[in-house]
Structure formats: C-alpha cells, structure tokens
C-alpha cells in the first residue's frame, strides 16, 4: 500500500521532500531494497525532468 503511493505520489509530481522520506520508509523495512531502487530512479527522473 505505501509502495503504491508513493509510486502515485512520484508520478504525480508530488517530491516535495520525497528523498526523505523513501530513506526513511527504506531504513525502517516498510519499502524493499527493489522497491527503493525503483522509486528513487523515478524520483531521479522526475527531479531530472523538472530541471529541463
């Protein structure tokens, strides 16, 4: 469920503050490793995006 938010959340643009909260979701075992890889290269991408 939190994985599926977040997911939302990237996609919608919604990062404020995103970073943070995937480390933190991460080092409190409520995201998989997989699950923190994906979203931060969306992340990535969507931060990238926004800068062009």
Avoid: P
């Avoid at 995201?31 to 062009?52: P, R, V």
């Amino acid at each position: 469920m939190l994985y599926r938010t977040l997911k939302r959340m990237i996609e919608r643009g919604q990062i404020t503050g995103m970073e943070s909260k995937l480390d933190v979701f991460y080092a409190s075992d409520k995201l998989t490793q997989a699950q923190y890889l994906e979203l931060s290269a969306m992340l990535g991408k969507q931060i990238g995006d926004e800068q062009a």
